[in-house]
Every structure is written in C-alpha cells, then in structure tokens.
C-alpha cells in the first residue's frame, strides 16, 4: 500500500522527457548530479528532520538549529565536500541560521571590499569556520536610507585605531541574522570620522563581537537577540540580533580598505578602484536571492499542483469519480502561470549568475562601465521575483483550499521563512526605485546620441518602439518570440518616456520623483518584467536536448508572456501597444497553452527533483498519498496525546456542570 503512486496516471501523460527536464531546471548535468546527491544526503540523515520545527518552543528550536549546523559542518569536513557541494547541502538543511550570513554576506564583502591583505589575514579564518561572522548594517531607526546610518567609527591617530560607538538609541544595530547569539565578528557600517571631525560617510569595518575563548561579549560590547519574528518555527531558527556599541576600539586596519583608506597619519586617500565597486558584491548577493526564489516558488508550486491532482470536487457522475481541481480552468489560470513563473525565474537567476561572473571580469581589467546597468539590473530583479514569488506562496495555500493552511501542507512556514525577502537586502520599493532612478537618466541621455547597454539596450530603438503597432491578426499570431518581445519593450519604453516627461514639468526634479513615484515603480516593473521575458525567450535560443523539452519550456514562455500582459493589459492598451481585439486574442491563445501544460503538469513540477524531506509537505508528496497521511498527522499532534485535554477538569466540567439560579438566559 505504501509503495503505491497515486499520482502515475499523470504521470504516464506526461508529453516530454522528464529526466532532461531536470537536467536542464538544474543547469547541467554536472549541477544536477551534485543537487540529486546533497539532497538525498539531507534527506536520508535523521539530524536534519524537520516536521517537528513548528512545535519546538524557542529556545529549543534555536538549540536544534545549531546542532544541525555543527552536524552540517561535520559532514562537509568528513566527506571532504566542495564548496559548491557544501552550499547545496546547507540549503536542503533548510533551516534559516548564521551559516547564511557568514557564507552569504559576511565572506563575500571581505571579497569585494577588504585590500589583498584583508582577505589573506581573515578569508582562511572564516572559511575554516574559526570565526564567524556576521552583516551589521541596519539600524533600529535607520533601514533603507544607508546613508542615514548613525554608529560612528573615529579615527584616533594616537593609537592607530578607530573608536566605534553607537551615540544613539536609534543607531543600535538591529536585525543583523545571526548577531543575536552566534557571531563572533561582523562587518559593521558606521559612519567613518577623522582627526579634523569631517564625516567621510558610511564604511565597512570588521568588528570582533564576542570572545573566541567563552563567547562573552568584549568589552564596550552589547548585543542579543531582537526576539520571536513571523509564523511559529520559520525563521525564528536564526538569531537576527541588536547590538550596541560603547567606544569599542578595533584597528585601523580593519576598516575595509580596498576603496578608500585611511593612512597612519589620519588621512582619507580614494583608492583608484571607483566606488560603483561596491555594486560588484550586491550583483554577486541580489543574483543568489533571485535564483533562491525561483527554488522557493517552484517548492510551493510542486505541492499545489501535485495537490491539485490528488484532490477532487464535485463533477461526479453516476456516483463516479469526482472531477480532479486541476482541471477547473480557473485553478488552471491561478496555477500554470505561477509553474511558468518559477521556469522563467530559474533561467533569469540562470543568467544573473553569468552577469556577475562577466561584472567581475570586467572589473578585474578595471572596466567599471556596465557596473552601474547591471547593479539596477539586479536590484529590480531581486525586487521583482521575491515579490511574486511571496504572493504566489500564499497563492499555493488557497489553491490548496483548507488543508493547505495546515501546518504540514509545508506553505505557511515557507510563507513565513520566505516573505523576509521582500524587505532584506533593500525594501522591493524602494529598490524599484532605484531601477526608475536609472531608467529616467539612460532616457535623459539618449538625445545626446549616449547608447544604452544591456538589459536597457532596446531603449536605443525608442523612436521605433514608440510608434510600433502589433501585428496580431489571430490566437497563433501571439505565439512568436518578437511579437511577445516587441510588445514588452513598446510597453517598457512608453511607460519610462511617460515618466520622464513628467518629470521634466517639474521645476526641480527631487519634486518630480517624490510626486510620481508610483508611476516610476510602474514603469520599473514593466522593464524587470521585459527582461525576465527576453531571458526566457533566449534561453529558448540555445539547443536544449531531450523528447519534447524545448516544446515544454516554450509553452511555459508563452504562459508566462501572455498571463502578463492579461494581467497588465491596462498598461499594454493604454499607451497603444495592441488593441483590445489583440488583447482578446492573446487570452484566447493563454487559454489553449493551459490545456499544453494541464497533462504535463505533475511531470513538470517532478523535473524539480525535490524530495518529500525538502519540501516537507504532506499534500505535495511525490506518491499524492495525502488522505491517509493527513489522517496519521493529526495523531502526532501534542493535543491528541490524552484523549481529554488537561484543563477539562479546571474549565470545561465545571462549564458544563454550573447550576445557573439567577440567569437571565
Ligand atoms: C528577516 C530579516 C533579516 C534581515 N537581515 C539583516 C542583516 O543580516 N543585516 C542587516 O544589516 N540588516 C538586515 N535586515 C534589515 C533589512 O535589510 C531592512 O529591514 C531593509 O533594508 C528595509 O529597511 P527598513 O526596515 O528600514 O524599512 P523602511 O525603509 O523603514 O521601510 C518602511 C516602508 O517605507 C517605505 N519606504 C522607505 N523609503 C522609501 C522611499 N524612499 N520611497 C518610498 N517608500 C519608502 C518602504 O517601501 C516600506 O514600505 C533584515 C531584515 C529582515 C526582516
């Protein structure tokens, strides 16, 4: 009974090779080889379970927390892993701790930002794990604005160092993860000052926290936890920490010095490598959230649509077989898009990984010139897939009706651990305005005969794309690259030149963003869009081996492009792109791709390659056994272990025993 799929009717409908399409979701075959490896490794380990978390009061959780890290650092060590190896195993852990930072934040701004001999003295330190540390940025009162930031780092040139304080309330570092009870150093920004009392603004310095013998704090030194965040379990296995500065001295050599430098004698000396290089090291952070996100949204799609599979509602005739949820057409229009979603995530995450690597070697023959393209390039993207992606989360909970708000469904503690990403790492907003910000000036210039590169590049044809008209006289027509392409760039064009001529009818410009900013982001979200659709169509370029692989993944570009612009189609109509006929006909042509994609759905959803231990969810389960694991489920609950409930004897008996004489009932 156990061995039973219940899902291997869908299937054996599946129109494609299943085992390329992995091959491909994984990136190579190399990269799937080493995936399917460290995910079965977690999985078989009984340290890692984690279908107790939710249950787990704090301290317990956090206690467990650490006891997995330290097993999975034992295991890196014992089976000599490598370093991707090692990352792939830390994220099937997955559980939120201060192994993120270090690795994700920590390790990589000694890279961007320490000089050659920074990195020699502190990179074998942490890659050893025999420091740990952390990323101290954000502050109680001061999130967003970086510049506001208020701990101070004063150079004292009598004895070469600086004196970090915190001189306010509102300047205590706050939320940093694994500040709280874990770090024994981080990188602190503070705002740097020097002999003759000028601000030099914010800088990087590594700051050691806590003593490496009995882990106390060092003197001058307060920190802690900031307490329980979202959702029960979730992402309160991580210590996001506060911490509080008295005149803490540290040496001046642990100022990050690769961009500027502060010399013995207290002067301030700009390095010849640009500021923008601080841009390197966000590409590197940003491009690793958004291939993350196409992981977390494909998880909640896995389980909605297996669920979608496995559940049926009403439609049965004769006393047969009720009607399967996933052939409802609005269960369909809800799901395939947010599948087509997580396919188009994973090929823009696919591609930001090769950017950063380009970034770097540019930088390395000190060509700073894409930097600042590809720096909004990235923020946007970030801003785009970790929105949709948390939306969609929740999206997968409704889809699975009630039983999806069920703890074991696995949605609500990915919904919880995920939706941070929104905020961390800049607010979506904000940095959709940052993607404005660029836009408006690439527009400003190109009177100028100034070309626009990269994913602005279409930009240059703005005279064409301005006047163009779509050519859609039927369904079909809408199933053509350049179409697609040419209508998201007339719409990412319009909306920019729209904004931009706004914005000249203000007498001062700063007005103009404050007043339209809500246009700007509108705008910013037409061109992410634009480039997660041109990266798909790309991709689609390439040759992709495998029995009806790329027929799949075409279908899914289309779902993606089209949902959109139905979605959007108040943008498309109103600046002249189509017409409401070509709007119609594209919806038209979405409704027949729903019926391509229904019969492969569950295979599409498998060439994820997840086990039943990383997505930890009854009703995703690979072999759709839902009801009887459901059932056993509700066993395990704490609550079930009496069959009457402590508190009956205090609250409820004499409930229902009162003699009520003076009731008024
Ligand atoms: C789980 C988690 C982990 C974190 N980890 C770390 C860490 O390791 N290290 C670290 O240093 N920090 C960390 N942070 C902090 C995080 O980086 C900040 O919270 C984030 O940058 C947002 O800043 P804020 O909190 O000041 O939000 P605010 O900027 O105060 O945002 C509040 C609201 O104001 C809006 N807003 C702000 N500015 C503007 C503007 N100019 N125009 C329009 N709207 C605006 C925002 O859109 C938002 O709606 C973490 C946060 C979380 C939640």
Redesign the pocket.
Known sequence: MEDVDHLAHERSKAQFDVEEMKIVWAGSRHAFEVTDRMSRLVASDPIFRKDNRTLLPRKELFKNTLRKAAHAWKRIIELRLTEEEASKLRFFADEPNFTE?HWG?FVPFIKGQGTDEQQKKWLPLAYKMQIIG?????ELG????VQGLETTATFDPLTDEFVIHSPTLASSKW???GLGKVSTHAVVFARLIITDDRDYGVHGFIVQLRSLDDHLPLPGITVGDIGN?FGSGA?NTMD?GLLRFDNVRIPRDQMLMRISQVTREGKYVQSNVPRQLVYGTMVYVRQTIVADASCALARAVCIATRYSAVRRQFGSQNGGVETQVIDYKTQQNRLFPLLASAYAFRFVGEWLKWLYTDVTQRLQAKDFSTLPEAHACTAGLKSLTTTVTADSIEECRKLCGGHGYLSCSGLPELFAVYI?AC?????N??LL?QVARFLMKTVSQLPSGMKPVGTTAYLGRVEDLMQCHSTVKKAEDWLNPSVVLEVFEARATRLSVACAQNLSKFAKQEEGFLEL?ADLVEAAVAHCQLIVVSKFIEKLQEDIPGKGVKEQLQTLCYVYALNLLHKHLGDFVATGCITPKQASLANDQLRSLYSQVRPNAVALVDSFNYTDHYLSSILGRYDGNVYPKLYEEAWKDPLNESVVPDGYHEYIRPLLKQQLRNARL
């Open positions: 930072l934040m952390c990323y101290a940025q954000t001061h999130g967003s604005n939320w940093p993860g965040k992402y996001n941070p905020t961390y790492e800049g607010d907003v904000v305005l900013a």
